[in-house]
């Protein structure tokens, strides 16, 4: 069975969170405290952890940041109360897979829990490691390199060329990245992707104004070739 750790501070949040994966057959774990949360993330085992940015004692950067460092690959969706905190969490690159701002619906929670289960679960291995040009992409320690020095890669570019490297040659459209790698399922802003493409752009490509491994195909999206 699934098991999810929700550390969150509100009483009534993290009921509601814990009923309603529970419904979802998911087994939930709940706890309001930072330090708490930390020592169970790191004494048990989860396949996810829902982590709140805002915690009395440890806040929810400083857990992730301690899980990482003790060598932890539990994928955390991190709860924030504000747009200008997600943005943080985005700048800090946390290490956290996903995150979403309150207030959110369930089914958007739903779809991203999935998203990040279905990339963790059922394919935790289909690509260990790959190598294009002069850069290696190592998917299993989330390390990238490039003429031989460290790429900074967040979690979310590595997905995104993780999903490149496993369609290499394929087209894959703007929605398939969201859905795929973001887990949205219904119609975010499509310029997300671009966003991001031009940042990997920048961190792989020789010249990323003629790029030669992320090739744009006019009107349908991007694909990859090696
Ligand atoms: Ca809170």
Request: contains cysteine; proline residues 4%.
């Amino acid at each position: 069975m699934t098991r999810i750790l929700i550390i969150e501070d509100e009483p009534d949040m993290r009921r509601g969170l814990q009923d309603n994966l529970e419904f979802e057959e998911y087994e939930t774990v709940g706890t309001a405290n930072g330090n708490e949360g930390l020592r169970l993330a790191l004494k048990e085992s989860f396949d996810l952890i829902i982590l709140d940015l805002m915690l009395p004692g440890m806040d929810g950067m400083e857990v992730c940041r301690r899980l990482k460092e003790a060598g932890s690959r539990t994928p955390i969706i991190m709860l924030t109360a504000r747009e200008s905190e997600s943005d943080k969490v985005e700048g800090l690159e946390s290490g956290a897979d996903d995150y979403i701002t309150k207030p959110f619906s369930l089914q958007e929670l739903l779809a991203r829990i999935k998203a990040i289960l279905r990339r963790t679960q059922t394919h935790p291995s289909a690509v260990h490691e790959y190598s294009f040009g002069d850069v290696t992409l190592s998917f299993d320690k989330y390390e990238a390199y490039k003429a031989g020095k460290p790429l900074d890669l967040s979690p979310r570019e590595f997905e995104m060329m993780r999903l490149f490297v496993e369609r290499e040659g394929e087209t894959l459209s703007r929605e398939e990245f969201l859905k795929e790698v973001w887990g949205y399922t219904s119609l975010p802003q499509t310029r997300t992707v671009d966003n991001h493409v031009a940042k990997l752009r920048q961190k792989i490509e020789d010249d990323p104004d003629s790029p030669r491994h992320i090739i744009t195909v006019h009107r349908m999206g991007y694909k990859f070739i090696r």
